[in-house]
C-alpha cells in the first residue's frame, strides 16, 4: 500500500475541508480496479471523479485515403504507442489493404511490441523494440537505411520523432490515422471541483472549448502532468498549482498527495 495508518489520519479531514477541498476531478477515464487514488480519497476524505476530457478516434477511410498512402509501399512502421497499433491493423482492415509479410515493426517500448502478438505471429527479425527513446531506434535505421518506412500519427502529435528522422536522412512517411477529439462535457458542473487535474494540452483545449467562461478562482487548484501540459496551462492564462513529474513527485498520485499534506501543515499553523 502507498498510503499506512489511514485511520490515524482521520481528524486531519477537518483542516482539509476547512480550505474547502472537498471534490476532485482527474480529466481521464476511471481506471480498472482499485487505484492509487481511492487511497488520497479514503486518506484525506475527499471526492475524486473521473471525467474522459478528450477521446481517440480513427480516421474515416474517406480522410484516409486522400492521404494517398498504401500501406504495402512500404519496408517497416513505427509504432509509437498500442493506440497506433490498432489503428495501423485496424485502418488496413478497414480498407482492404494488404500489409507486407515481410513488414518490419519498430517498437518504442517492449510492451508495444508484444502487443503486436494481437495482431501478428511474433517474430524477432520482423519486430525490434527500444526502451522508450527514439533515438536508439537510429542504428537499425541505418542498418536498413534503403528502407522506407511509415510513421503512423494522430492529427495532434510531438515533432520529436519526424524531426530526428529528416535529420537524419531517414527515408520516411507520416499518416494520420486517428484523431483527438474534444469530449462534450456540457452536463458536467465545473465550478464543483476544487482541484482539477490534467495530463495533455487537449485537455485544456477541451476545458476551454467546453467552458469558454471558466475563470480560475483562489480556491481552484489546476494540476498538470509533462511539461507540454504545464505549457498549455500557463498559455491558457490558468495558475498551475500542482505540476508533475518533479524530482519530488514522479506521478500526478504522488504530485497531489504532496499538495493535500502541504495544505494539511498551512491550516494546521
Known amino acids: 500500500m502507498l498510503f499506512k495508518n489511514v485511520v490515524t489520519l482521520c481528524p486531519e479531514i477537518q483542516n482539509l475541508r476547512a480550505l474547502k477541498i472537498k471534490n476532485i476531478l482527474i480529466s481521464q477515464p476511471k481506471p480498472a480496479g482499485a487505484s492509487k487514488y481511492d487511497e488520497i480519497a479514503e486518506k484525506y476524505g475527499v471526492n475524486i471523479e ?13 480522410e484516409f485515403r486522400k492521404q494517398k498512402i498504401n500501406f504495402a509501399d512500404f519496408d517497416a512502421v513505427i509504432l509509437t504507442s498500442r493506440t497506433a497499433a490498432d489503428h495501423f491493423f485496424g485502418m488496413a482492415e478497414a480498407t482492404r489493404m494488404q500489409i507486407p ?9 517492449e510492451s508495444i511490441a508484444y502487443y503486436l502478438t494481437k495482431y501478428i505471429t511474433y517474430r524477432k527479425r520482423k519486430i525490434f523494440f527500444v526502451n522508450g527513446k527514439a533515438q536508439d531506434l537510429l542504428p537499425y535505421f541505418k542498418k536498413h537505411n534503403n528502407k522506407k518506412i511509415l510513421l503512423p500519427v494522430s492529427n495532434i502529435h510531438k515533432k520529436e520523432i519526424p524531426n530526428l528522422l529528416k535529420k537524419n536522412n531517414i527515408n520516411f512517411e507520416k499518416v494520420v490515422l486517428y484523431k483527438t477529439v474534444m469530449s462534450d462535457l456540457s452536463d458536467l458542473d465545473i465550478n464543483k471541483y476544487d482541484i482539477i487535474l490534467f495530463f495533455s494540452p487537449s485537455g485544456i483545449k477541451s476545458l476551454q472549448k467546453n467552458f469558454p467562461d471558466f475563470k480560475q478562482g483562489p480556491n481552484t487548484y489546476i494540476g498538470a502532468f509533462g511539461p507540454t501540459t504545464k505549457k498549455a496551462v500557463k498559455n491558457a492564462g490558468l495558475r498551475l498549482d500542482i505540476a508533475a513529474p518533479t524530482q519530488q513527485a514522479k506521478s500526478m498520485v504522488e504530485a497531489l498527495d504532496q499538495f493535500l499534506k502541504a495544505n494539511l501543515k498551512e491550516a494546521k499553523a
Open 50 to 62: 473521473y471525467r474522459r476530457f478528450i477521446s481517440v478516434e480513427r480516421v474515416s477511410t474517406k
Open 101 to 109: 509479410q515481410d513488414m518490419r515493426y519498430y517498437c518504442l517500448s
